[in-house]
DNA sequence: CGTCTGACTCGTACAGTGTACGAGTGTTTG
DNA sequence: CAAACACTCGTACACTGTACGAGTCAGACG
């Protein structure tokens, strides 16, 4: 019995200087996520396959499966090192300018990733977003929110932004689908007058309105001062 | 050359009555897409493979192709029939009440079919939720939102409503992982103390919090009366 | 009647996928 | 030295989407 437990994956990376077949620099968890997030940037979500991976890593495909259990988790592994937050040092400029700047940083972080939007659906929360719902949690209930009114808080300001990102990253395709959206459109006019008219499609100012909106939830959510 | 232009796949279906090798029903897009929401029900995403449909159609794999461009297509249909949406013939209740059964229509029909929310953050906007969107944009034009700051209303309420529903979506999941979830969350009371102590993970009322948000939502993006 | 055309079905084949299995390597430990 | 460990990887298998082309049948046209 070689060892691998199923149960419990290891991924120890003791590491002690094995190099791969073709000589590069040795296996590992983090230098393996990495290059999922290079690949899942460049060639999007279906771009990335076992092999593939491999082979930018210079490595045998199966040696993956030493330090991770399978596909899926490199796909969680991947969206939440893209998703980690860390805040900056020095912040004095009260509550509200904190969570805006999280939830700001969270949405920059999955357009920058567009591959991250259409996975977060699929998986678990994990220790990115869990610190960041932790985050919010503290700061709402430390700028006054009633315990009663907290949950609704955290999952209102959580659910926008979730949202808004995926809206949002469901609209800057390639240029060759935007200019069908456009062909489309015109030709739906008839259909969707409203929408045609407002040019809500077209025109929209995805970060004002984010912006705008979220202010919006804010007030609503916090007592007034 | 038989005929099946990949430019602009046909459909026609005239369907004269030939049916299918095992004698069934002869194939028709509607019955693939029903039949595929059928599978995507039972079996989820992954579940879904062209082999699969056909088998439960009883025809051949290949005879969908006549039908349907690819598999994508189906995904596509798929998620534009779950999604239509037939208001209620009799209503005279005011705009906010027309705005919030679309709203909650959208989030039951996603949260009867979970696999939608994985779906949609893939896809562009199907007939379905241009209707809606449509719909939703004519509505608060009509309740008095001007038109600068319509966009940013629609979108608002589009986010939230999709953000909550993607959220909820995920995190019902199989009593196992409900399992571990609660063995994990207990274990990490340490690490996220905030998150624990609101038990904003367990305890949620989701039907109620999403209701509220929704309200304050509105509240505050329709001029006040 | 024969022939033709187009609608539709489907078997075969191919390249690609995730990953189970087990043999291989080199290092550390007893 | 031997045994345990940490790790790599070639082969194989079941399965995927779908390109290709042959086959079936209904109705139209001569």
Redesign the interface.
């Known amino acids: 019995m070689p060892a691998k437990p199923s149960g419990a994956p290891q991924r120890r990376s003791r590491n002690t200087g094995a190099a791969t077949a073709s000589g590069g620099p040795p296996l590992s968890l983090e230098r393996i996520i990495a290059t999922a997030v290079e690949l899942l940037d460049t060639q999007g979500?279906d771009g990335l396959s076992m092999r593939r991976l491999a082979d930018r890593l210079g490595a045998g495909a199966m040696s993956l499966y030493w330090h991770v259990g399978n596909k899926e988790e490199v796909f969680d592994l991947a969206l939440d090192a893209v998703l980690a937050y860390h805040p900056p040092e020095a912040e004095a400029h009260g509550w509200r300018a904190n969570v805006v700047h999280m939830l700001e940083d969270w949405r920059a972080a999955m357009l920058r990733h567009p591959w991250s939007?259409?996975l977060?659906?699929?998986?678990?929360?994990g220790p990115s977003m869990?610190?960041r719902?932790?985050l919010l949690?503290?700061t709402l209930?430390r700028a006054g929110v009633a315990?009663a009114d907290?949950?609704?808080a955290?999952?209102?300001v959580?659910?926008?932004?979730?949202?808004?990102t995926?809206?949002r990253?469901?609209f800057d395709?390639s240029p060759d689908?935007l200019a069908a959206?456009q062909r489309r459109l015109t030709e739906?006019g008839e259909?969707?007058?409203?929408?045609d008219r407002?040019r809500?499609?077209l025109d929209?100012?995805?970060d004002?309105?984010?912006k705008?909106?979220l202010d919006?939830?804010l007030?609503?959510?916090t007592p007034k001062r």
Do not use: C, H
């Not at 659910?159 to 808004?164: D, K, P």
């Not at 259909?191 to 929408?195: D, E, F, T, V």
């Open positions: 979500v939007a259409a977060l659906p699929r998986r678990a929360l869990l610190g719902l932790e949690s503290q209930s315990d907290l949950n609704v955290i999952w209102s959580w659910n926008y932004v979730m949202g808004a995926i809206t990253g469901s395709r689908d959206a739906l259909r969707y007058p409203s929408i407002s809500l499609l929209s100012d995805w004002g309105a984010f705008k909106g919006l939830l007030d609503g959510l």
